[in-house]
C-alpha cells in the first residue's frame, strides 16, 4: 500500500505543485489549505507521514504539530518552513517536528527527507523486543543503556541525565541514542546523518548542528561539563571531562 500523506500548504500553486510530484512519486496525498483542516483530517484519517507549512492563517504549523504531540500522535512530521533563522528551526523542533525542509526547495530533497522518516518509522515496528543493538556497547537490564552520567531506557523512549528526566523528541533521542552507544568515539557528520536520516544531506547543511544545539540545551545543566563535544571539520563525541 502507498503511503498516506497528509499535505497541509496555504500557497495554493506550492500545494498543487507538490502534491501532484508526491502523487508521482507514489505517496497517496491528501492537501489541505490550512492548519484546522491539517487538524480535522489527521484526525479522520491518520496519516503515515505528514508535511506541514509553518507559516498558514488560523493554525498555524507548530499549533498543529503541537497539539498532535500533546495528543500522544507520534506520526512523523517534515516542516516546510521560509524562515531561514536557527531559532526559527529549533521552535519547529521544540513543536515536536521531526524534521524540516527551508523554502526554496528541491522536491527531490523534500523526497529523500520523507523516505528517510518513514524507515525510521518502519524500523522501530519492525525491530523485535530484546533486539541487539548495533554497536558494541553492552546493553543494562530492561533494555538499558548508560555513559558519561547519562541513562536511557530504549524500550520506554526515556532518558535521564543524574535524577532529571530529558523531554526530547523522536530525533533527538534517537541522535543522544547514537552518541551514548559510542561514547568516546568521535562519530562524523556523514555517519551522524546516515544513522539518523538514512541520507547525507552534504556539507553545506546546517541540520545536524541544529540538532546537537537543541540537544545540547536540553542536556546541559549550570556547572556541571558539557558532554557533547565538537571536533571540528569531523563531527562530535559524547563525553564527560
Not at 510530484?21 to 491528501?30: I, P, R
Not at 507549512?53 to 516542516?79: F, H, N, S, Y
Request: glycine share 8%; proline share 6%.
Amino acid at each position: 500500500m502507498p503511503p498516506n500523506l497528509l499535505l497541509a500548504e496555504d500557497d495554493r500553486a506550492i500545494r498543487h505543485a507538490l502534491e501532484r510530484a508526491l502523487t508521482l512519486e507514489g505517496y497517496q496525498v491528501t492537501a489541505v489549505a490550512d492548519g484546522v483542516e491539517a487538524l480535522a483530517q489527521a484526525h479522520k484519517t491518520p496519516p503515515d507521514v505528514l508535511v506541514l507549512d509553518v507559516m498558514m492563517p488560523g493554525i498555524d504549523g507548530l499549533q498543529v504539530c503541537r497539539v498532535l504531540r500533546a495528543e500522544g500522535d507520534r506520526t512523523p512530521i517534515l516542516m516546510l518552513t521560509a524562515l531561514v533563522e536557527t531559532q526559527d528551526r529549533i521552535a519547529g523542533l521544540d513543536a515536536g517536528a521531526d524534521d524540516y525542509v527551508v523554502k526554496p526547495f528541491d522536491v527531490e530533497e523534500v523526497f529523500a527527507r520523507l523516505r528517510a522518516l518513514l524507515r525510521r518509522t518502519s524500523a522501530e515496528g519492525m525491530a523485535p523486543a530484546g533486539a541487539a543493538p548495533k554497536t558494541a556497547l553492552p546493553e543494562l537490564p530492561q533494555g538499558r543503556i548508560e555513559a558519561a552520567g547519562l541513562r536511557m531506557d530504549i524500550q520506554a523512549r526515556r532518558a535521564w541525565r543524574g535524577t532529571r528526566e530529558l523531554e526530547l523528541t523522536r530525533t533527538e533521542f534517537e541522535l543522544l541514542e547514537l552518541l551514548v552507544r559510542n561514547a568516546g568515539i568521535v562519530l562524523d557528520h556523514s555517519t551522524i546523518y546516515d544513522r539518523i536520516w538514512g541520507y547525507d544531506f552534504g556539507p553545506g547543511s546546517k541540520n545536524l548542528a541544529v540538532y546537537v544545539g537543541y540537544l545540547r540545551r536540553k542536556l546541559d545543566d549550570p556547572g556541571a561539563p558539557q558532554l557533547i563535544h565538537t571536533v571540528r571539520g569531523v563531527g562530535y563525541v559524547l563525553r564527560e571531562d
